[in-house]
């Protein structure tokens, strides 16, 4: 068996390093192998970026593909490119998303705009071993720069909004691209709006000097100082690669992302009943406000392909994942950081402002740790787990989910790192963090050898009637 390049998130690693020319042109050719026929490039805006599609691109025109290069945008606009033009068989993105500016990564798309499959990228891998067959000197491919792939993603974006609505509406914005991918069309996206908006990091820069890519809440500081100062009614900040995207309310706070997965599901359940999928580590908030608003809630494993697959065999009409990147099936099955942007938009003219939307969801409070944990022991951790927690519902959809009347423990190695992570949720904050150091003590102490494994049992706070503590 060919050795693994592909992680969850594509190849990825340190230019120069791990991800070098040399590896990018033998991708390229096993990948035209592959793909056939033609085949669209784009790249984020790493430093990096020329250096790597060049090499892809070159490897592709060796065995005979033609390659468009679409320039620097969102890999969702890649991704609808691929999938609304018959005459091209895959995409290629080079971005390592969310990660620091050393890093870049080759993901691949299929003919239809959703992610590559685990077989689509296995077949890649073995034919990357092989010495690859070039094609004859007058066969080899050729390429062609296409300019409006990022203005036709945003325009397919906006029809599926109420267009008038928003801009009626008075929004103003601020909005920060992290110097990634969205640099041109989110700025677009809300021009086409009529929205006031006041930019920042909203300049191509591959080694990100205004922030880290990650849009978490400590890395948005100068977001959220911008949209309280100017009283915008929103803030919005994407991902490297603008498939995903997190808000700031009208009064400069973060709205995470399992909240804005909330309020878009109750936005579409308010126009068409049905169902939404969520991986289970998204909290409780989503499912109790899928079931108010009369939808139905479907878990999966953790993963945005996953989630995409699910949705498609289930007829689902919206899905996404607690960091910020949502599906929405009527524009394509990926992660659309642009889609995420109109139609929150679109709840804010419907439902009025950010902060008042976010004031009226459940309130649950969560725990996230990490335990070093060697890749080999990852399995013998969740027998243990199984083995010895003897109260609630066992949900085996990814690691080990115990759902207790009061809350849920999820304990799940990470599929690419040497990490075992627990997630505690609760209503009562006291349970969440009792739960998740009981959890964390517990593996951490199976992991120590010369620790004795003689630890008490789980029990949920209502069996045994203990009154939850004051917080
Ligand atoms: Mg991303």
Redesign the pocket.
């Given at each position: 068996m060919a050795a693994r390049l592909f992680g969850t998130n594509g190849v990825r690693g340190v230019v120069n390093e791990d991800l070098t020319s040399e590896l990018a042109l033998q991708m390229g050719k096993a990948i035209g192998q592959v793909m056939k026929g033609t085949v669209a490039v784009a790249t984020d805006t790493r430093s990096s970026g020329d250096m790597l599609r060049t090499a892809i691109s070159s490897g592709l025109m060796s065995v005979g593909v033609n390659v468009l290069f679409l320039g620097m945008v969102p890999?969702p606009a890649l991704q609808y490119y691929v999938k609304t033009h018959d005459n091209v068989n895959g995409g290629i993105m080079i971005t390592a998303?969310?990660n620091p500016p050393q890093f870049n990564g080759i993901k691949c798309i299929s003919a239809d705009g959703t992610e590559a499959s685990r077989e689509e990228e296995t077949l890649i891998e073995e034919i990357y071993a092989t010495d690859v067959q070039t094609c004859e000197w007058d066969e080899a491919g050729t390429m062609d720069h296409v300019n409006e792939a990022g203005e036709a993603y945003i325009d397919a974006v906006l029809s599926h909004v109420d267009t008038d609505l928003i801009k009626k509406a008075g929004i103003t914005a601020c909005l920060d691209c992290a110097n990634g991918a969205a640099y041109e069309t989110a700025p677009l996206l809300l021009k086409k709006l009529q929205i006031q908006t006041v930019t920042i990091n909203c300049n191509a820069q591959g080694e990100f000097p205004g922030r880290p890519s990650e849009p978490t809440e400590e890395n948005l500081s100068d977001l959220i100082s911008l949209t309280k100062n100017t009283r915008a009614s929103i803030g919005i900040a994407h991902?490297?690669?603008a498939?995903?995207c997190v808000f700031i309310t009208d009064g400069g706070k973060f709205v995470s992302g399992d909240k804005s997965l909330a309020l878009l599901a109750k936005l579409e359940l308010s126009k068409k009943k049905g169902k939404v999928v969520t991986p289970i580590s998204s909290s409780s908030m989503v499912e109790d406000v899928v079931n108010e608003a009369g939808g139905i809630l479907i878990y999966t494993a953790v993963g945005s392909p996953i989630v995409a697959r699910k949705m498609k065999e289930n007829g689902a009409i919206f899905g996404g994942e607690e960091n910020g990147g949502l599906i929405f099936p009527e524009q394509q099955y990926c992660r659309d950081g642009a889609m995420t942007v109109a139609k929150m938009l679109e709840a804010i003219a419907l439902n009025g402002p950010l902060s008042k939307q976010v004031g009226k969801l459940p309130v649950y409070y969560t725990q996230k740790r990490k335990i070093e944990c060697p890749d080999n022991m990852k399995l013998a951790v969740i027998n243990y787990l199984k083995k010895t927690v003897t109260d609630g519902i066992m949900d085996s959809t990814d690691g080990l989910k115990i759902i207790f009347e009061n809350g849920w423990v999820l304990a799940r190695p990470s599929g690419t790192e040497p990490i075992f992570r627990i997630y505690s949720e609760s209503k009562d904050e006291t349970v969440s963090i009792e739960r998740a150091n009981l959890f964390e003590e517990k593996v951490a102490k199976f992991l120590d050898p010369d620790a004795e494994l003689n630890f008490p049992e789980v029990k949920p706070t209502e069996k045994t009637k203990q009154k939850p503590k004051a917080l």
């Open positions: 890999t998303s969310h991902d490297g690669d498939d995903r």
